[in-house]
């Protein structure tokens, strides 16, 4: 009969230690091409007929899948390996029961107990020549444990037996490392303690989650979030562990962002998979026999599962629709008890996270409601960034306005603007830009249920909004007019989009609507009646001042009255009875220099702006005076002044004050006295 107790636990250890030698090389275990290695230590020792017990030993511990010693003892590296001959791998079989030959080792445990074995022959990253040992020297393994040199009459190797190795070939070196054949199979406790059947300690619940195949993923889940030392304390806890299966199906439910635990990168990934685990401890140890029907508070604060009875057994319930079943109980440790199920639980937390992967974000929402298409257009012809603002983390409240919210816009600012497109100017964008701006709120995602009678909302325009609940929910912006809130609370992924009925208007946007509702000077011209001979002289000076009076300004204009035109061509004499006779392009110009001498530009300048005494520089480039003594009166190089008959008539592009007399500049009196 085979002695070979507690095997698991010896297995544990074998895995533990291959952190110095790796048992994942690609080749598998396969035995390396000789011609191209050269004379490594495998080579060597598949070379020397007194050692082809040990090259056995090493092929049958490589027949398991995660081992690959020969491929590790080929590879490049420095190694000092304790190469026991024939005879000594003889007499560990003779001392052992059922077992006559390497053969014997046919188990998984039993190839990687032997595995052990050999790994306690092998000293990692140092090849040491015998002159390099001293007396007393502990030396540390690849398998974990130590042995001890003695030089004594000798070169003897210590292992945890009463019997010492003696070193009968010293210093055999080779391209990645140095052999010492030695007369004896070493032995480390632990396989000492198998052999004997005595029992190991236990382990503790992280140890386990370790030693356990099928639950990887919660060992690199333990490791991602911080919770090894957490569940190495003294306890005791009870720990439902999710198989790997339960893993990758969790994953799966997660989406295509979600491949591996890897993918929990960032701080609140990381924070959630640590919720998620602390959901699986009871901080009590409860044996299978102990389940009973009932909530059951977990080591996530506030947070708790339910023990469920099914048929003869339990099933574990968590914040989601779906039990966990239990595959394993009573898995025993020193500090709690573990049981595996095929579930991972998830908190409500969790249940939240998932469900916001699923959710659109607050642009997805727009493009994909009808009624808000106009909104994804404005947002893409501000091009200020504002789709990819509104795409991101947020949180966002968004008041969206509808297509005919836009269309009524549109349709208050007149033909000029059929369409969106027909924004084109820079600040023409600008004002889009900040009109979309003040639709939104940034930093909170503020409900219906959130907002209060009054409230002002400070959106990302920096002008304020508020909140009327008369009724209703309006917001109300700069008009007079509140938005009415049509469709409230659509949950996004990244805040809260309220529709309304109406595009909301800043301070800005509503002096930009008054403004195309207010004639330009050329416009206000031309509605009153008084000044028709001006728009003619406007007309007939040739000179582009119909355009230029129409531009953006702002101008200052003082315009004549048609008395005043006819006083003039009255003083001109019978030459000039009308003002088509100015016909030459002498006449031309000289009407030209008369208009420009009306005309301030770059300032709108209203009668309370003006001072006694002022001289006002014209567009004509000669001065005119104010004279406040008896009304407003202006001066020009006549001896006549000019009464301002009608002050302060605005424009869009400035201020119009209506005169009784035509303005002459030193220029005209000079030219028509020639």
Known sequence: MKHLLRLSNVLLLACMSLFVLSCDDDDEGNPPDMEEMGTNIVVTAQNTEALSSLVAALSKADENADSDLIGTLSADGSFTVFAPTNDAFTALLNSLDGYDSLDDFDTEEEKALLGMILKYHVVAGTAAASTDLSEGQEITTVQGETVTVSLSGGVFISDATDTDAEVVMADVENTNGIVHVIDKVLLPQAVIDALNGEEEAMDDLVEIVVATENLSSLEAAVLKANLATTLQADGPFTVFAPTDDAFVALLDALGDDYNSLDDFDTEAEIALLRDILLYHVVPAEVLAADLAAGTVATALM?????????????????????????????????????????????????????????????????????????????????????????????????????NAAFAALLETLGDDYNSLEDFDTEAE????????????????????????????????????????LTGGV?????????????????????????????????????????????????????????????????????????????????????????????????????????????????????????????????????????????????????????????????????????????????????????????????????????
Request: glycine content about 6%; cysteine-free.
């Open 302 to 402: 506030d947070n708790s599962i339910e023990v469920i009875a099914s048929g003869e057994t339990f099933v574990i319930g968590d914040a989601s629709e779906t039990n966990a079943n239990i595959t394993a109980t009573d898995i025993m440790a020193t500090n709690g008890v573990a049981h595996t199920i095929d579930k991972v639980l998830l908190p409500q937390s969790a249940i939240d996270f998932v469900a916001s992967l699923n959710m659109k974000n607050i642009v997805e929402i727009a493009q994909e409601t009808d009624d808000l298409s106009l909104l994804v257009d404005a947002l893409v012809k501000a091009n200020a960034g504002l789709v990819d603002t509104l795409s991101g983390d947020g949180p966002f409240t968004v008041f969206a306005p509808t």
């Open 474 to 674: 309006f917001i109300a912006d700069a008009t007079d007019t509140p938005a009415a809130v049509t469709t409230a609370d659509v949950e996004a992924s990244n805040g809260v989009v309220h529709i309304i009925d109406k595009v909301l208007l800043p301070q800005a946007a509503v002096d930009f609507v008054a403004s195309l509702q207010t004639p330009n000077i050329v416009e206000l011209a031309q509605s009153v009646d008084d000044l028709s001979l001006l728009v003619d002289a406007l007309i007939q000076a040739d000179a582009g001042l119909v355009d230029a009076l129409s531009g953006e300004g702002p101008f200052t204009v003082f315009a004549p009255t048609n008395a005043a035109f006819t006083a003039l061509l009255d003083s001109l004499g019978d030459a000039y009875n009308s003002l088509a006779d100015f016909d030459t392009p002498e006449e031309k110009e000289l009407l030209a220099g008369i208009l420009t001498y009306h005309v301030v530009s770059g300032a709108a300048v209203a009668s309370t702006d003006l001072t006694n005494g002022q001289v006002i520089t014209t567009l004509q480039t000669e001065t005119i005076t104010v004279d406040l003594s008896s009304g407003v009166q202006l001066d020009d190089k006549t001896d006549t002044n000019a009464n301002v008959t009608g002050a302060d008539n605005e424009a869009s592009n400035g201020i119009v004050h209506i005169v009784d007399k035509v303005l002459l500049p030193q220029a005209t009196l000079d030219a028509l006295h020639n």
């Open 429 to 468: 964008i600008d004002l889009l830009v900040d009109i979309l701006t003040y639709h939104v709120v940034s930093g909170a995602a503020a409900f219906s249920t959130d907002l209060t009678d009054g409230q002002m909302l400070n959106t990302v325009s920096e002008d304020m909004l508020t909140v009327d």
